[in-house]
T-cell receptor, first 109, second 114 residues
Framework: GENVEQHPSTLSVQEGDSAVIKCTYS??????FPWYKQELGKRPQLIID?????GEKKDQRIAVTLNKTAKHFSLHITETQPEDSAVYFC????????FGAGTTVTVRA | DTAVSQTPKYLVTQMGNDKSIKCEQN?????MYWYKQDSKKFLKIMFS???????INETVPNRFSPKSPDKAHLNLHINSLELGDSAVYFC?????????????FGPGTRLTVL
C-alpha cells in the first residue's frame, strides 16, 4: 500500500518568511495529492490539491509542486502570517487517501 | 447549514462500555468515512462507505462496527472500549470516489476511555 513520509515534523518561521513542507510517496500509481490544514482543536480542511497531470499549482500565497519521477511533492507558503500556524498534512492516494504524519507550523510575530 | 456534523463532540467513558458516535452530511455526497486521529495527530482511515455499502475496512478490530442507514448518515458503534481507543474520531464525506475527491471533515469527537 501507499506510504507517505512528510518532513519536517515541526517548522518555525518568522512572519513574512516562506515555509516549505516536503512529502514523498511510494506508489507510482498515485495520481491525487491533497494538502490539509488543521488548526488547533479544529477539523482538517483542504487547502490545495494537485493531480498527476500537473507539475505545479498556485492559489494566492500557497503553491504545490509535484515531481512524479522522484515521487515527491511539496507545499510552499509565502509571506507567512500568524493565521498560517497549524498542522499541515500531505496525502497521496491508492484505493484510499494515505496521510503523512503532519507538520506543525508556527509563525512567529 | 453545517456540511458534516458529528455527535457528540466529547465522550468520556469507562473501559468496557459500549458507545456510539453519529455522523450526518448534507452535501449530497455518495461516500462517507471514519478516521481516527491519535495523540500524535496521525490521521488513519478506518472505514469508508459508498451509497450505504462498505468499501474500505482497514483492519480495524471488530469491536468497531460502522452502520450506514442511508447515504447521508454513517454511525460508528464501539463495543468493549479499551484505553487505546482514546482518540479523536473524524467523520468525512466526498462527492464520489474514495480516493480522488476532496474530503470534507466533521468537527470530530474526542473519545476518552478511563
Amino acid at each position: 500500500g501507499e506510504n507517505v513520509e512528510q518532513h519536517p515534523s515541526t517548522l518555525s518561521v518568522q512572519e513574512g518568511d516562506s515555509a516549505v513542507i516536503k512529502c514523498t510517496y511510494s506508489d507510482s500509481a498515485s495520481n491525487y495529492f491533497p494538502w490539509y490544514k488543521q488548526e488547533l482543536g479544529k477539523r482538517p480542511q483542504l487547502i490545495i490539491d494537485i493531480r498527476s497531470n500537473v507539475g505545479e499549482k498556485k492559489d494566492q500565497r500557497i503553491a504545490v509542486t509535484l515531481n512524479k519521477t522522484a515521487k515527491h511533492f511539496s507545499l510552499h507558503i509565502t509571506e507567512t502570517q500568524p493565521e498560517d500556524s497549524a498542522v499541515y498534512f500531505c496525502a497521496a492516494n491508492d484505493y484510499k487517501l494515505s496521510f503523512g504524519a503532519g507538520t506543525t507550523v508556527t509563525v512567529r510575530a | 447549514d453545517t456540511a458534516v456534523s458529528q455527535t457528540p463532540k466529547y465522550l468520556v467513558t469507562q473501559m468496557g462500555n459500549d458507545k456510539s458516535i453519529k455522523c450526518e452530511q448534507n452535501l449530497g455526497h455518495d461516500t462517507m468515512y471514519w478516521y481516527k486521529q491519535d495523540s500524535k495527530k496521525f490521521l488513519k482511515i478506518m472505514f469508508s462507505y459508498n451509497n450505504k455499502e462498505l468499501i474500505i475496512n482497514e483492519t480495524v478490530p471488530n469491536r468497531f462496527s460502522p452502520k450506514s442507514p442511508d447515504k447521508a448518515h454513517l454511525n460508528l458503534h464501539i463495543n468493549s472500549l479499551e484505553l487505546g481507543d482514546s482518540a479523536v474520531y473524524f467523520c468525512a464525506s466526498s462527492q464520489a470516489g474514495a480516493n480522488t475527491d476532496t474530503q470534507y471533515f466533521g468537527p470530530g469527537t474526542r473519545l476518552t476511555v478511563l
